[in-house]
């Protein structure tokens, strides 16, 4: 018989083993699934994960884009990631993060054509505090009410898809395109523009601020009191009442600072790499920053690694279904994949296999 034992203490060697091994049963398991899908596994797995930084004919398009795509994927998960560590579950950073470009956006376009420097440090304020409102509802509503603040948040993703669809045909609408739906090009006018800061690495003003979020972070968590609160709320909510942490301070202000995080990446994404709102703006960031902060472990600096690798399948993602026409289902399934054996393995951290005979009464 097999069956699961608790361990006396959760195993340091398997928290850190667990992300590499989730990565190898990721290729293992998608190679199969691509084998399914008539594709050699060993080339679509080179494709996704090879030739996006070593392959000449693909390296100078796609090394800059890794930085692009990691950016907004480590900047939301840094703020998901002080939740998640005081066992709040804000799963609606993708809302946060359409509400934050919708806010950033019409900030900046109320002031199209003017000419200074301060309107993207404007239209960045107003993205984070555009993320920062729409946490709060999640989070007031669990202080006040006791609501579920996975649900809530879950449903207000929603609610943002349908509110950015709702501007980019009506009051964001560019009134000199043609009827179609879509704000003004923000990357084009200078006074809004994030552009490259250094030419070819794909670094912009989203990605320093992934960086500096990361720094912070490292900070807050391991040497100040604010950290020592919220690892002790998400492992002994109890001793931490004791201890004078008030949980609902702690929820508001965990939801507080993830969807101003995540605000800010849809601000940055929005006068970027994306440059327009449109009425399909998310990406799928926020949830897929989800997944970088458990592969993360909910550490800054692996966070920095996890957003890095997953932005990696994102552009080997794309080429693959170039290159070899796998379908994007597929790269999805893979992504998600990642999460699954992630999960899947943690659970020897607290547990291990006891193998023996069943005993008959």
């Not at 899908?37 to 090879?50: C, E, K, V």
């Not at 009191?225 to 201890?243: D, H, K, N, S, V």
Request: glycine share 14%; charged share 10%; aromatic share 10%.
């Amino acid at each position: 018989m097999i069956a699961l034992e608790r361990r006396p203490a959760p195993s340091a060697v398997w928290r850190w083993a667990t992300p590499p091994l989730a990565v190898l049963l990721t290729m293992l398991a998608g190679g199969a699934m691509f084998a399914a899908l008539g594709q050699d596994p060993l080339i679509a797995i080179r494709t996704i994960f090879w030739d996006p930084l070593f392959a000449e004919q693909f390296a100078s398009y796609a090394r800059p884009q890794l930085l692009v795509k990691a950016g907004p994927l480590i900047l939301i998960a840094i703020g998901l990631a002080m939740g998640f560590r005081a066992g709040v579950w804000n799963i609606g950073a993708e809302g946060q993060y359409i509400v934050g470009a919708i806010c950033g956006a019409a900030a900046g376009l109320a002031l199209y054509p003017a000419d200074t420097r301060l309107i993207l440090p404007l239209m960045a304020l107003a993205g984070a505090l555009g993320g920062w409102a729409w946490a709060m509802i999640p989070a007031l509503l669990k202080t006040r009410f006791g609501t579920n603040e996975i649900l809530v948040s879950l449903l207000l993703v929603y609610v943002a898809e349908q509110l950015v669809a709702a501007m980019a045909l009506g009051p964001l609408r560019n009134p000199e395109g043609g009827g179609f739906p879509g704000s003004r090009n923000l990357a084009r006018w200078e006074s809004s523009a994030n552009p490259e800061l250094i030419a070819g690495t794909g670094m912009h003003w989203g990605v320093v601020t992934a960086f500096i979020a990361v720094i912070f972070a490292y900070v807050i968590f391991t040497r100040h009191l604010a950290g020592f609160q919220i690892r002790l709320m998400g492992e002994a909510p109890r001793a931490a009442r004791f201890g004078g942490v008030r949980p609902g301070r702690l929820v508001i202000l965990c939801f507080g600072v993830s969807g101003a995080l995540a605000g800010l990446a849809g601000l940055f994404e929005v006068t970027g790499p994306a440059g327009q709102l449109n009425i399909d703006f998310g990406a799928g960031y926020g949830f897929t920053a989800i997944i970088v902060a458990f592969l993360g472990r909910l550490h800054p600096i692996g966070i920095l690694l996890a957003g890095l690798l997953m932005a990696l399948t994102y552009i080997g993602g794309e080429l693959a279904q170039l290159m070899l026409g796998l379908p994007a289902a597929a790269i999805q399934a893979f992504q998600g994949m990642l999460l699954f054996f992630l999960l899947g393995v943690d659970v020897f951290t607290n547990y291990r296999l006891r193998l023996g005979r069943r005993r008959i009464a």
